[in-house]
T-cell receptor
């Protein structure tokens, strides 16, 4: 089974802090994705990556950056956290084919 | 742009059938996915349609009409464990991005 692991289930940070969310997948997938999920809005794509050191902006990249130094790891960075970034963050991975994306359990991030 | 619509909530009785509709208007199309998400858990893959027609997988079936920009997920013989949110997602051509609808929360009553 594909395993996508996110480093924390719950995280509480303060406004202005730099926040790192980590995601690791064990299936040698080329594609990795970061989403945020908010009630009534569904999943919205923040950033994605097709390969090591490659990144592409999604639909809502403002206030975020990403890092992919190794194929299995994709990090989401909140450079200066703000309260409107309080959300559920989901990481996903997939192979470059018609296969589905596989999701981690999510990190519920609260910015106080 | 991407516009994907699905109902917000549906309620049905155990043992019954529920049909969740999804309509989409997107700038490109390379397949439609359905995911199930229980509260507090990761979305899990249910079905994938890229050609018109019906795909059946046990109690769950999914239908696609590309000319109408329309899909549905059919859940048969509902069980209490089917209470969850169901997400419709359309994949863009060329880049494997998914655009999601807001999700439909299905509540199964005894």
């Amino acid at each position: 089974d594909v395993k996508v692991t996110q480093s924390s289930r719950y995280l509480v940070k303060r406004t202005g802090e730099k926040v790192f969310l980590e995601c690791v997948q064990d299936m040698d997938h080329e594609n990795m994705f970061w989403y945020r999920q908010d009630p009534g809005l569904g999943l919205r794509l923040i950033y994605f990556s097709y390969d090591v050191k490659m990144k592409e902006k999604g639909d809502i990249p403002e206030g975020y950056s990403v890092s992919r130094e190794k194929k299995e790891r994709f990090s989401l960075i909140l450079e200066s956290a703000s309260t409107n970034q309080t959300s559920m963050y989901l990481c996903a991975s997939s192979s470059p084919s018609n296969q589905p994306q596989h999701f981690g359990d999510g990190t519920r991030l609260s910015i106080l | 742009g991407q516009n994907i619509d699905q109902p917000t909530e549906m309620t049905a009785t155990e043992g019954a059938i529920v049909q969740i509709n999804c309509t989409y208007q997107t700038s490109g199309f390379n397949g439609l996915f359905w995911y199930q998400q229980h509260a507090g858990e990761a979305p899990t893959f249910l079905s994938y349609n890229v050609l018109d027609g019906l795909e059946e997988k046990g109690r769950f079936s999914s239908f696609l009409s590309r000319s109408k920009g329309y899909s549905y997920l059919l859940l048969k013989e509902l069980q209490m464990k089917d209470s969850a949110s169901y997400l419709c997602a359309v994949r863009s051509p060329n880049d494997y991005k998914l655009s999601f609808g807001a999700g439909t929360t299905v509540t199964v009553r005894a």
